[in-house]
Every structure is written in structure tokens, then in C-alpha cells.
């Protein structure tokens, strides 16, 4: 077999580097956030980088112990207490376009829309009201946009003022921003969820759409290894039993 | 990197020969449970054989959609529809010694029992009285024995008979019956489960107790595999959300 | 929470019954294979039908240690030789469209070639000509089609012989074999292989295109087990390490 | 069914509290290692506990891609590309005692050992003596002792002068640094190795031993991303394929 080709990692002869850079000069001079940027984009963040990405894996670490990651993973530890990799493993599956995903389809939206403007020589507000009457004629739910409570999701006003103030800001947001005003008099409106917000912030700073489904998985197992600990520490074995309510065919014998 | 060493499956030139058998013949002249079967031991096995590993696979397949494996399989194809390998991914991890599990533990505790008896030169039924006096001394819950409901579980009498008739049981039947008995003495009455069952037959055909709980996956495979399709095909996207109340800390400002 | 509905298992007061059928009677009347078709299928299978499945699970049980699933099952056991379920879990997940999920993509094929036949009142001919015509104009590779060694796929010809003596063959076998010969003349001469074979033979069954999915992974973990079973029994712990080439940047310091 | 109880997070009407810090507040006043703290914790740390468990987490992110779970992951990533989930979910269920699990046995180790010098009124290097001894006498490995390369673990003397200087090495790091003494005189030399390192600092900073579990796993997560990433922007589907031998029984016909 050929030996696999990593840009990561070299770990020759016991020393890591991690793109290039000794890992024990990381652990004194850099901080863990940092170091997912790195290890991600290849060169360390700069501060206002490391800001947003701090307050983005911050905001989506853990959403409440019912939500489908946090629960699956409650449910295999409480029928699997050996293995804790597999209980944070098993809240990690839940994770898809429908919970925790919209990161990732906003994002491609994005990218899509702002090359769009670029390519029909149209300003973004013209794009995202393309985009936005397209979805409504097609039946398509846009990622990123609405929630169960909030008019407007505080999270996403954290998120942008950041990314003004440190000079992140771009097309992304514009882009977006774009979106919600079109959205707003096409349909109704509907305010830029965490989503939304952390879609057009890792535009802006460069990163390709699967990292929006990525730095979700990365910052909800904060939460999900502290839901496993507190269900092993706190919690009885089997003490999950999910009610059912049968209503199939009525009991019948083999011939 | 050296090759792999196996002696499973020969595939070498795109023919497939499973443990020396090429699989276009197994698939014409052999069942599903067979291939299980010569798999994991080397050889198809007899009708008696067959018809154990059979029963025990429809025993464990499916006890409910609310068990630990089924719901969180569910709860991993609600919030991640695109992947129904990681809904039944997630379904199995939920499998451990206090869900499915309990199969090899008990295999365990039956191989260390006969072993007993023969280095001792006791009876079983002296090695089983042992065995519980010992486990009752030291607060240990062994496993393979009581029902919530049941005073006797029927499918261990399906198991055992099959067994009888079929010329398989041996010592791994007669010390799990000789514990029954001890505990009813010592502790209470509490009836063999299909655990307890399955963990003596499979003894008794020669399998190693990993496969008691190897055997409980493959079988509940079934039944995760129809849960999910049920799921995606009948209900909406995070239709589950689990009620939670919060007991921690009060809210509290960052200084 | 309103408990969930199912019409698989009812599991009131202990009594097991899968599809209205005591599981006590399934396990001395049935074999696993019909129970796997009952769960998902709400009927006993006819002979012809259980023979098809039968032969479609051996037929995916295990192409080789080293293809994705088993040696993703075999990593996992290496380092996390604690949780049987996590090393089959890991297997399982390395199953998607490009490994063991083809028949999904298939049957979706299938299904909607026939349904076009009908709606556009053409032969079943007409239709593959022009679903091969679209795909080559639109460079989409078709899933089912061609084999790294063979040039006639033999597990095709067993299930397309054992749906034909069976009375189970229909339009989805007629369809694919008029694609074989559409793609023969548009593109070149491509087998089909096990995956298009048994998405031709699980449409005409009446199964939904994701169950494509389904039973290669309810086979596959015959296989998955086996591979983690002999892992465990044969080699050490940590006994893989795959070689690395890193040619990413130089080593460098931190300001 | 009941609600589930938690102390972690508070989600009532949207608002998101952890902790009983408001999710707002601690996006723009913490970082993402604050928040893992305090998630674990209950309260946020104090800047020598930040800074350690920064260096902890970035130690273990990433050794290199052939190791068990980067392999695993990037090993499902190549068969289904379709779910990042389920290719990190892989990686992470490679960990397990022999791989990335050492710190939590370790710390147990460290837990009883310090418990015992406290029950027994002996010295920390009177019970590591009794430790070291009795664990060669028994044949049984003790974890967070050795390295393949180095005689002396540079990560190890920068988690031990972080504790140092921050005022929080205690009885953890007292009692592995005389463990480390005991096995030289014992056995043989063997340094303090990463896992050893952060078992005892972790031990000191008031962390459980199953937090040494998980810490690995917050920590490699940042690695498997971008392991999983990398494979899918730069290599090809199934272009994993590992070489394999059969050394099984020759080719047989079935009866």
C-alpha cells in the first residue's frame, strides 16, 4: 500500500508538528481555539479570527439535554455505560441537515449567490432577491433563517458586530443580510438564526461549507461529553424508556 | 505496511469465497443464518445448529421501539435524515452490558462455572451453588436471570428444547439450570431469561462469549434497520424533542 | 411527550409481537431471513421471496478484510478493543454511495425509469435509452453497472435466475437489463453488477429504494462481526498503523 | 415519561443558559476552552486552568493520520462521503483503553494511589513503591508510562511547569512523579508520557478520571475534522484500500 499523503501532520520520529509548527510550542503559546483554526486553514488565526471562532463554537456547544444530539447520546450511555466514545459517537450521528447541518447548506447558499452576483454583473441585494423568489416558487425552505422564539436571534447581533469591529465582515454578511430584507418582503419575516449567522461569519473568514457542519460537531461535543458524564455520574443504567404507542396489525397466528 | 492476515474471505480476482466457499454457492444452496454461522465458526452448520441460531437471532431482534438501541436509532435519523448508516450506527451503540449485553456476561460466568467444576472435581450443581453463594456474598447481579414481567420467559423454553431435541444441550444448559435453582434457594426464584438462554445454548455449540453479545447485534440489526425506515418514511424531521427541567445553578451574570 | 407510534413491535406486558406475530411462534416456525422480511415488509415472505433475500445477504456478507466497512471495523477494534458495538458501529459507517450504497441509488434509478415508461406511454426499451442518453450527456455515472474483474458478474446471474423461476421478475429486472444493452451501445459494454442485480430483484419484490441500503448493511454486519471477532481473538492491540507521507509545509516557528 | 433532569443547560423560551451563564455573555467574554470547563465544571476557570487545559487539549488534537481513530475516520469518509458525522463518529469510536484512553485509567491509578497513602498513613512514595511493585508482581501494565521515541516526553515538563507556576500541582503530579521513581528502581526507566502527564494534572485541577477520556476526545475531534476534510477535498472515493492475505482454508465445493 502507499503510504497516505497528509499537508497535517508530521509526526516523525515522536515529534508532532502540526502544520509545521511544534506542538509543544502550541500548548504554551497558543490556545485551543487556535489550534483548530491551524489545523483547519493552516496558518494561525488572527485575533479577531479567534474571536469569532471562539464565540461560534460557543454558541453552539450544547442547545439543551432534548435536542437529538444531546439525547441519542444520553440514550447509548444509558444502555452502554463501558464505552463513553461510543455514547459521544452516537450524538454525533444525530447531527445532520436537520439538526446542527444548516451551517453547512447556508453556506453553500452563500457562496452560491455571491459568485452569482459576480457572474450576472447584478448587486448582492439583486442576487439574494433572485434566490429568494426561486425558493418560494420551488417550495424550498432556506437554511438559516427563522426561530421557534426569537423576532431576532441575539446570537447572530454577537456574532456580526464582531466580525464589523475586527474587519471580518464581507460579502457574506452582506450577502445574507441581503437575504432577510428579500425573504422579509417576499414571504415574511424571519429573522438570520445561529445558523444563518455562523454561515455567512466562516464565509467571510474564508472557510468552505463543510466546515459549517464541521465547527458544529466540534462545538457540541463540549456539551456532549458533559451530558454523557452528568447521565453516568447522575443517572441509573436503562433509566430511559421511551413510550410507545402500538398501532399495527392486531395480533394474528402463524398458519 | 504488511498485508492483513485473515482467514475470513478470500477475494482475490473478484471471486468471493467466504471460508473457503464460493459465495455464488453459498447464495444458491445456503440461508442467511448459515453464512452467519460459517463465518463466525468455519463450518455450516447442522439443522439442529441452524434452527438454534435462527431462533436466537428472531428472539433478540426487535423488543420495542422505546429500548435504548431502537429509540436512539430514531433519535439519530430524526435530526440526520441523510444517513440511514448512521441512525443504525447509532442504534448499535447503545448495545452494552446493560442492553443486549448481558448475553456475554453470562457466557462468561457459564465458561468460568463448567471450568470450575471440572478443576474442582464438584458437580455442576455444586459448582452453581458455589457460584451464587459467591455472587450473593459479594453484591453481584448475575446476569441472565429475571424478567420484569415473566415468571418464566417462554422463549427459554423454545431455546432449551430446541436445543434437547436437537442433541445440542450440554453442560452450558445443565449449569445455567443448576443455577437457577441455587438463586432460588439462596435469593429468590427468578426465571432464566432469553440472556441467560442464549448464553447457555451458544455455549453448548461452542461459540466464544463474545459472540453472545456479537449475536444480540446482528439479530437487532433487523429490527434497527425497520425502525429507521419506519421513522424516515412515517414521521417528520426532529419530530422528537425529549421534555428536560433544569435543576442546576440560577441564572447568574459574568462578572 | 406523546409516546411514539410504531406499527412494528408490540411489547406490552412483556409479550413480544412483531407485525401482530407472537415472536415465540417465529422463532420455531420462521427463519431470521423471514423475520428480517417481516419486520420491514409487514408479511411473511413466499418462498421465492425468501430465497432472493437470502441470497442477496450472503451475497453482500463480505467482499474482504480490506475493503472500507471491515477495515474500518478492524481500526476501530485495534484501538477500542472494550466495545464490540463500537468496532461494528464504525464498520457500518464507512457504508455510503460509494461503498455498499449503490443499491439505494439504483432502485431510485429503477423506480424512476419505469414510472417514465408509463407516464410518457413507452416501452421499458425507449425509456433506458434515453435514461443512458441523459447520463452520458450529463457525465453522471449510473450506479449497478460494471466490475473491476469480471465481465459478466455471476451473483447477477443467480438473482436474476432465482426471480425468474420464482415468479418474483417484472419491470425492474426488464429495466435494467434494457440499461445494460442501452449503456453497451451509448457508452461500452458494463455488467451489472451485484448492486444493480439487487436493486432489480428488491424493486420487483416491492421494496422502497432506501431498503437498497438497508440490507447491505443488515448483510454487511455478518461479515463486520466476524472481521472484529477475529481481530480480537488473533492480533494485538494497536497493531495497525497505516504509513504517512507528510508534504505539507516545512517546520517553522512561532513569533 | 418524566422529564429528564439536568444541571447543564437551561433552554426554556429560546434563551440559552450553561451553566446558569446566559450564552450571549459568555460568546463574548470566554472562550470556547472556558466554556468546556465550565460545562464540566460548573464554573468557569481561573487563567492557570485555562492555560492547562488549552496545552491538554492541544496535545492530544492530532498525532498523526495513520493512527487508529484519524485512520478510522478518514478510512469512512473514503467509503461514504456523504456524512461527515458519521466519518468523525467513526474516528472517535476508535478510542478505547489501548488508544487515546490512557489518561483515564491513569487517573484512577493516581485516585487510589493518593487515597491509599491517606488510608494507610503512608507517604505518596511509600504507596507508589507498593503500586509499582504489586502491579509488576500481577504482570499488569500501568498506563501513562513510556514512549516509543523519547526518554523524556517534552509535553510532559510543559503540563508539569504550567501546574507548577499556576499554583495547581498537588498530590496528583506528587504521587505519578514518585510512580515514575518507583518503576526506574523496579522495572525500568520509563518517562511520564502525555497521558501520564495529564492524568495527574487533571487529577489536581479537581477533574474525575473519566474526564481523561474525555478530554481526548474534545481534544482529537479538532484533528479528525480536519482529517475528514482533507480527504474529501484531496483524495479520490474508496482510494483506501488495504492489502490484505488470506492464509485461510483452501478453496472447498459445498456437498
Redesign the interface.
Known amino acids: 500500500?502507499e503510504?497516505?499523503?497528509?499537508?497535517?501532520?508530521?509526526?516523525?520520529?515522536?515529534q508532532?508538528?502540526?502544520?509545521?509548527?511544534?506542538?509543544?510550542?502550541?500548548?504554551?503559546?497558543?490556545?485551543?481555539?487556535d489550534?483548530?483554526f491551524l489545523?483547519?486553514r493552516?496558518e494561525?488565526p488572527r485575533p479577531a479570527e479567534r474571536a469569532l471562532?471562539?464565540?461560534i463554537?460557543?454558541?453552539v456547544?450544547?442547545?439543551?439535554?432534548?435536542?437529538?444530539?444531546c439525547?441519542?447520546a444520553?440514550?447509548?450511555a444509558?444502555?452502554?455505560?463501558?464505552?463513553?466514545?461510543?455514547?459521544?459517537?452516537?450524538g454525533?450521528?444525530?447531527?445532520?441537515?436537520?439538526?446542527?447541518?444548516a451551517g453547512m447548506g447556508c453556506m453553500e447558499m452563500i457562496a452560491a449567490g455571491v459568485q452569482r452576483a459576480k457572474t450576472e454583473s447584478i448587486s448582492l441585494d439583486e442576487a439574494a432577491r433572485l434566490v429568494a423568489t426561486e425558493a418560494r416558487a420551488g417550495g424550498k425552505r432556506l437554511a438559516g433563517f427563522g426561530?421557534?422564539?426569537?423576532k431576532t436571534d441575539?446570537?447572530t447581533e454577537?456574532?456580526f458586530n464582531?466580525a464589523r469591529s475586527g474587519g471580518v465582515a464581507g460579502d457574506g454578511i452582506a450577502f445574507i443580510a441581503a437575504m432577510e430584507q428579500a425573504i422579509a418582503t417576499i414571504v415574511k419575516p424571519l429573522p438570520i438564526n445561529i445558523d444563518g449567522a455562523l454561515a455567512a461569519v466562516l464565509h467571510d473568514m474564508g472557510f468552505?461549507p463543510?466546515?459549517g457542519?464541521?465547527v458544529f460537531?466540534?462545538?457540541r461535543?463540549?456539551?456532549l461529553?458533559?451530558?454523557?458524564?452528568?447521565e453516568?455520574?447522575?443517572e441509573k443504567?436503562?433509566r430511559?424508556?421511551?413510550?410507545?404507542?402500538?398501532?399495527?396489525?392486531?395480533?394474528?397466528?402463524?398458519d
Chains 1, 2, 3, 4 share one sequence.
Open positions: 500500500m503510504p497516505w499523503r497528509t499537508g497535517l501532520v508530521d509526526s516523525k520520529d515522536g508532532i508538528r502540526l502544520r509545521g509548527y511544534d506542538v509543544t510550542s502550541l500548548m504554551t503559546r497558543a490556545s485551543f481555539t489550534t483548530i489545523l483547519h493552516g494561525l471562532l471562539d464565540a463554537l460557543i454558541g456547544a450544547d442547545h439543551g439535554s432534548g435536542a437529538p444530539s439525547a441519542t444520553r440514550l447509548a444509558s444502555g452502554n455505560r463501558q464505552s463513553v466514545s461510543a455514547a459521544v459517537a452516537a454525533i450521528l444525530a447531527v445532520g441537515d436537520d439538526h446542527g447541518g426561530h421557534r422564539v426569537h441575539p446570537r454577537i456574532l464582531l468552505p463543510v466546515f457542519r464541521l460537531i466540534i462545538g461535543v463540549a456539551g461529553t458533559a451530558e454523557v458524564a452528568e453516568l455520574s447522575r443504567p436503562m430511559i424508556r421511551i413510550p410507545v404507542e402500538y398501532d399495527g396489525v392486531a395480533p394474528r397466528a402463524l
